[in-house]
């Protein structure tokens, strides 16, 4: 099965300062009919999940553009390019390209405010 | 809007069974494809079941093959997860997804405790 690895696993950011979330896949997650099926979802405390990026880099709506993603292959990242308060929670990311069997998360990446 | 309402959750003994329930409002659900995934305390997200918008395909993550199973009525627009021989590391909350994990449920939480 497919793993995902999340670096780092906590990141205390300074509000209005850059942050930066790797994702490694231990296998390509280019898919077949050429599409790279890698999402990332943001959780808040006491939320539920929300997908903000899908397919690498696209950004869902109502997402703010101080999110974004980018890579390939095996290795991606989320930038948030000026932290906000609202920001605070967790960050995964998520494979859909080999399935089946499984769809699979990353441990996640915890935000928080120095 | 899209609404997923999960319900069903509660405590219940070790080797007992629970079924979830999630409600879907606000989109075609017999055309969908749809998930289950949960969130033990404190810990991250883990993919559960995914069951084709018909029905006709289920696949299941190695932890709860061959004691869970994922089913939907899509004459009353509702998804299942019957729970069987249930042990303490299934208590976690448990959300319904859409296929592509855009529309989330706010979770159910189920504990498994003698």
């Known amino acids: 099965d497919v793993v995902m690895t999340q670096s780092p696993l906590s990141l205390p950011v300074t509000l209005g300062q850059p942050a930066s979330i790797s994702c490694r896949s231990s296998?390509?997650?280019?898919?077949?009919?050429?599409?790279?099926?890698l999402n990332w979802f943001q959780q808040r405390p006491g939320q539920s999940p929300r997908r903000l990026i899908y397919?690498?880099?696209n950004r869902d709506s109502g997402v703010p553009d101080r999110f974004s993603g980018s890579g390939s292959g095996t290795d991606f990242t989320l930038k948030i390019s000026r932290v906000e308060a609202e920001d605070v929670g967790v960050y995964y990311c998520?494979?859909?390209?080999?399935?089946?069997?499984?769809?699979?998360f990353g441990q996640g990446t915890k935000v928080e405010i120095k | 809007q899209v609404q997923l309402v999960e319900s069903g959750g509660g405590v219940v003994q070790p080797g007992g069974s629970l079924r979830l329930s999630c409600a879907a409002s606000?989109?075609?659900?017999?055309?969908?494809?749809m998930h289950w995934v949960r969130q033990a305390p404190g810990k991250g997200l883990e993919w559960v079941a995914f069951?084709?918008?018909?029905?006709?395909?289920?696949y299941y993550a190695d932890s709860v093959k061959g004691r869970f199973t994922i089913s939907r009525d899509n004459s009353k627009n509702t998804l299942y997860l019957q729970m069987n021989s249930l042990r303490a590391e299934d208590t976690a909350v448990y959300y319904c997804?859409?296929?592509?994990?855009?529309?989330w449920g706010q979770g159910t939480l189920v504990t498994v405790s003698s």
């Open positions: 997804a859409d296929d592509v994990f855009l529309y």
């Open positions: 606000g989109f075609t659900f017999s055309s969908y494809g």
């Open positions: 069951i084709r918008y018909d029905g006709s395909n289920k």
């Open positions: 296998q390509s997650l280019v898919y077949s009919d050429g599409n790279t099926y």
């Open positions: 397919k690498v880099s």
């Open positions: 998520m494979q859909g390209t080999h399935w089946p069997p499984t769809w699979t």
